[in-house]
T-cell receptor, first 115, second 117 residues
Framework: AQSVAQPEDQVNVAEGNPLTVKCTYS??????LFWYVQYPNRGLQFLLK??????LVKGSYGFEAEFNKSQTSFHLKKPSALVSDSALYFC?????????????FGKGTKLSVKP | GAVVSQHPSRVICKSGTSVKIECRSL??????MFWYRQFPKQSLMLMAT?????????EQGVEKDKFLINHASLTLSTLTVTSAHPEDSSFYIC?????????????FGPGTRLLVL
């Protein structure tokens, strides 16, 4: 069964510093991996995805993620954090074996960027 | 880009009443839509997969008679919470995959906050 894990409930970063939000995955085949961001009382906004190709994926709002097959990780990164990046971040994997293409989400990591 | 809307965005109802939540794909056709439920400070859990013109597929533990799903057209899926109780209070989010599009490309609605008193 496919799954993703986000080991950190919360990440605190100072504005201007680099940020990393961790995600590891467990899949039986080639993973389709995603990052979404959720602002309070809002739906999910797509940030980026890895399907195939370059291990470094660039996405919206200056975010990027690196697919690491050997470590089964897909950490989200940004070189310089903004206060406005403060939100809830979800890592997800496409579920091949279950319903037709639903996403399986990690528990989420709250990112707090302080001025 | 593709837009998915949900209506209402927020609803408060009395215990025992039924509430209908609509999910619409505004600028694309969606053969498949997904309904998720999110409890406070928790992740999204898939409730069911809605397929246009056929019965929905429910995840284990989700009551079919409690959460009625109808996908009558390629742009609309509805979730009806029947005889709602306070424990049904949650944030309900739908997503849609474009017909003929890449399966991995899903577009999420803004969510519906349900509060049952």
């Amino acid at each position: 069964a496919q799954s993703v894990a986000q080991p950190e409930d919360q990440v605190n970063v100072a504005e201007g510093n680099p940020l990393t939000v961790k995600c590891t995955y467990s899949v039986s085949g080639n993973p389709y991996l995603f990052w979404y961001v959720q602002y309070p009382n809002r739906g999910l906004q797509f940030l980026l995805k890895y399907i195939t190709g370059d291990n470094l994926v660039k996405g919206s709002y200056g975010f990027e993620a690196e697919f690491n097959k050997s470590q089964t990780s897909f950490h989200l990164k940004k070189p310089s954090a903004l206060v406005s990046d403060s939100a809830l971040y979800f890592c997800a994997v496409l579920n091949y074996g279950g319903s037709q293409g639903n996403l399986i989400f990690g528990k989420g990591t709250k990112l707090s960027v302080k001025p | 880009g593709a837009v998915v809307s949900q209506h209402p965005s927020r609803v408060i109802c009395k215990s025992g009443t039924s509430v209908k939540i609509e999910c619409r794909s505004l600028d694309f056709q969606a053969t498949t839509m997904f309904w998720y439920r999110q409890f406070p400070k928790q992740s999204l859990m898939l409730m069911a997969t809605s397929n246009e013109g056929s019965k929905a597929t429910y995840e284990q533990g989700v009551e079919k008679d409690k959460f009625l799903i109808n996908h009558a057209s390629l742009t609309l899926s509805t979730l009806t919470v029947t005889s709602a109780h306070p424990e049904d209070s949650s944030f309900y989010i739908c997503s849609a995959s474009a017909t003929g599009g890449k399966q991995e490309t899903q577009y999420f609605g803004p969510g519906t906050r349900l509060l049952v008193l």
